[in-house]
């Protein structure tokens, strides 16, 4: 009997100071209908009991895009999660907020590839408008907050960047419940990040869950997301489902078409025009003049490696 309690009481000391508070949270099932759209989600709901949490709206009007008007109509959910070490004393890491609303398709003033109004049924002016939208958001904020670390902006954001002649997404698709989300990522101060997960509603709305990783002072940035906080949003991502109306063109376009191609290979159909953005009206001469300038500059320091050597041998 003596042997019997001993162990039982090790096996509670080992729970106790080795258990994850975090651990197996179960996640329950919400829905959020939108005008016939129903979205269906999951959430631990171990939600941080220091932050508020009003009630979600349960069913928006997304039919008139003037009742967007309204910055905060669109507004549907904010729920935060402390994010902690496994094990009862474990170390305080940060938190995550979560954000979903309905956003308005924000009007073409980048117009980095064309001057027409976004329709979001295509692939490329949806990620073209989610680029517009940051930036309607935050280059006002960006001109107030000084940047960190000799970064560009304080809020930084790309939908594209090139790697030699190769066009490269910055923004990744995802494919929950076999249909397509489009993810742009945002630096923001501190190395905090914001990563926001879109999906078409109408051609003037569009669903977005926005996730925000806020790490500790004494934490590593991705010590804090790699190691704890992206197993938290993880199932939240693998539950999202959009239930169309039956009328929606969406629902095809998100469910099939948008399937059989990622973001690089969208971007490759507009590689010459994109190409433009970032060498001028003739990219193809301006890479050429590059690519001779950098291997000049590669042999002179091959030859002057070689004059070096000549009179201070290693």
């Known amino acids: 009997m003596n042997k019997i309690l001993v162990l039982i009481m090790l096996s509670l000391?080992?729970?106790?100071f080795s258990g994850s508070s975090q651990a197996n949270v179960k996640t329950y099932p919400r829905q959020i209908n939108l005008s016939g759209n129903v979205f269906h989600f999951s959430l631990p709901e171990d939600f941080s009991k220091d932050m508020p949490a009003y009630d979600m709206v349960e069913a928006l009007d997304i039919s008139d895009p003037q009742k967007f008007d309204d910055?905060?109509?669109?507004?549907l959910i904010r729920r935060w999660w402390d994010i902690?070490?496994?094990?009862?004393?474990?170390?305080?890491?940060?938190?995550?907020?979560?954000?979903?609303?309905?956003?308005?398709?924000v009007e073409n003033k980048q117009q980095l590839l064309h001057s027409n109004p976004y329709h979001i049924k295509n692939r490329m002016d949806f990620m073209l408008m989610l680029d517009d939208s940051f930036h309607q958001n935050y280059d006002a904020l960006n001109k107030e907050i000084a940047p960190e670390h000799g970064n560009y902006q304080a809020y930084h954001s790309s939908p594209f960047t090139l790697s030699g002649r190769k066009v490269i997404s910055m923004y990744r698709d995802f494919v929950f419940n076999e249909q397509k989300w489009i993810e742009s990522g945002m630096a923001a101060p501190r190395g905090e990040l914001i990563a926001d997960y879109s999906i078409p509603l109408a051609e003037h709305a569009y669903l977005k869950v926005s996730f925000t990783y806020s790490h500790n002072a004494n934490v590593l940035p991705l010590e804090f997301r790699r190691g704890y906080a992206y197993s938290k949003t993880e199932d939240i991502l693998k539950s999202f489902k959009m239930d169309y109306?039956?009328?929606?063109?969406?629902?095809?376009?998100?469910?099939e078409d948008w399937l059989t191609q990622?973001?690089?290979?969208?971007?490759?159909?507009?590689?010459?025009?994109i190409m433009q953005l970032?060498?001028?009206?003739?990219?193809?001469?301006?890479?050429?003049k590059e690519e001779q300038e950098m291997r000049e500059a590669d042999e002179k320091d091959q030859r002057e490696m070689q004059e070096l050597l000549k009179h201070d041998p290693l």
């Open 84 to 105: 902690k070490e496994p094990g009862w004393f474990g170390k305080n890491l940060g938190t995550v907020m979560m954000d979903i609303s309905v956003q308005r398709v």
């Open 278 to 288: 970032f060498y001028g009206p003739d990219p193809e001469a301006a890479m050429l």
């Open 262 to 273: 990622t973001n690089d290979e969208v971007l490759e159909q507009h590689r010459d025009s």
């Open 71 to 75: 910055p905060e109509y669109g507004n």
């Open 245 to 255: 109306t039956k009328d929606n063109p969406f629902a095809k376009i998100v469910g």
């Open 13 to 16: 000391i080992t729970q106790f």
